[in-house]
């Protein structure tokens, strides 16, 4: 009973109270210090400090940008006033200018960011056009380049590769044009079975012989391109340490398909396994 008749004895009180003029709001909060007031409790703090201050952010805050505030609290109505003193830009609202976008758990404003219902993923590349404008490629090839971003897109291309197999669809490139008979005729002269479905931790190689411990790969053309290259010799090391297997690459830059493939004629190269028993 007694919470209730202080409530309403409040209530009262800021209803009776007059409104600072919006220059003189942000005067006082550029003297105390806005700060002080946010968080949980800031509400409380400063209507014990001034109950005219808080009922003059609360109205100025609600006038200005009342209709674009999706959480009308005291914390993001006293930064619009106390940070921005009352002149938000363009960037501290979403994508889509329907909404300030206020954090709470971070208790401010985030620039450049998004709404729920105009939320793009980081992964996306219009994330990054949004958010860094001009220099948007740079920062998109630092993300691409993070190893556990490559790891996911290329399990993810395998199995949608995969899918498509399954499903018999055709008209995409999965495989070299020579693949299929350069390692027949490997299988032909070594006598051997290569398995062309072989899957090793993340990657699928092109084949692998169980009877010897053999990864075989067709290299073609666009293998040999400097950024190609670290991937391959990355991914040959890694197969290498998981297995402990001969690695087998076969060059083939030849763009046509052969009627006939000559061992003899095939540039191969050979890497040992780390660990000859």
Known sequence: MAQNNFYLQEQKRLSEADVYSLSKTIHLLQQIGYR??????????CKKHDLQLYKSIMHHALELYGDKLKFRTFSVCITILGEYKGELKREH????????????????????????????????????????????????????????????NQIRARKAIEVKIKRGITGFVNKGKNEKLILDAIEHQDNIIIDRDY???????????????????????FHYY??????????????????????VVVKDTYTESYSEVNIENLDIKTYEPYNKE
Request: proline share 4%; with cysteine; net charge positive.
């Open 199 to 221: 899957k090793v931790s993340k990657y699928f190689p092109d084949g692998y012989c169980a009877q010897t411990n053999t990864i075989y790969e067709v290299y073609e053309k």
């Open 93 to 152: 609202f979403c994508k889509c200018e329907n909404w300030v976008n206020w954090r709470p758990a971070e208790q401010k404003i985030i620039e450049m960011g998004f709404c729920k219902s105009c939320f793009i993923p980081p992964g996306n590349k219009d994330y990054y056009r949004y958010k860094f404008k001009d220099n948007w490629k740079h920062h998109y090839t630092e993300y691409l380049n993070q190893d556990h971003v490559k790891e996911s």
């Open 226 to 247: 400097p950024a190609e290259i670290e991937k391959d010799e990355k991914r040959r090391k890694a197969i290498q340490k998981k297995l402990n297997c001969t690695f």
């Open 36 to 45: 002080k007031f946010l968080g949980k409790s800031g509400n409380r703090t």
